[in-house]
């Protein structure tokens, strides 16, 4: 009887309790990161590339130090990074004035098929060819999507498995942050 009872009696509980606090916007690093589901990582150096982009130019990531940078690791066959591009195309356009680099690596796609898939979905962030897996070793990416946030200093601070509405409020707020951050 009292394992019946306790539905009843947790209801009426619930109900007398007063009102929850609304949630404060984070205020401290962990927070940010807790509330996007992003694994803090001790900062560490992002580890260095060189890749081309689908035009053949060279790209090496420490030249984007000095940027908060969204570094994607995607494939075109893969569903949830074709589902995530379109937020990390909104977040580029809206913060990459003001210092977010997003750069997405494609894993062993060809360059017409990365290229083909940039001009269907409207991408305008950089698309870099890992051909021989040689950056996705380095970052020991074991699954698609795969995302590392790393600081204007240059160190990663976080990584994210899995897709993520990067355009959100959250991800916005929290890339500010990272953005303001002068340590």
Not at 156 to 163: A, F, L, N
Request: proline fraction near 7%; aromatic fraction near 10%; hydrophobic fraction near 40%.
């Amino acid at each position: 009887l009292a394992i019946l009872l306790l539905p009843v009696t947790v209801w009426i509980l619930g109900r007398e309790l007063p009102p929850q606090p609304a949630t404060q916007s984070p205020t401290h690093r962990d927070d940010f990161f807790a509330n996007l589901g992003v694994e803090p990582i001790e900062k560490k150096p992002a580890p260095d590339f060189l890749l081309k982009d689908i035009d053949g130019n060279a790209v090496r990531l420490h030249d984007f130090k000095g940027k908060v940078v969204l570094l994607n690791f995607w494939a075109t066959w893969c569903p949830s990074c074709r589902f995530e591009m379109p937020s990390m195309e909104a977040v580029h356009k809206d913060l990459n004035s003001q210092g977010l680099a997003v750069l997405a690596v494609a894993l062993r796609d060809s360059t017409d098929d990365v290229r083909s898939f940039y001009n269907e979905h409207s991408l305008s962030f950089p698309a870099l060819l890992d051909h021989d897996s040689e950056a996705s070793e380095v970052y020991q990416i074991w699954s698609l999507p795969t995302s590392f946030v790393i600081n204007k200093h240059g160190y990663v601070v976080g990584k994210v498995i899995g897709y993520r509405d990067w355009n959100s409020n959250q991800s916005k707020d929290f890339f500010l942050h990272l953005l303001k951050d002068s340590t």
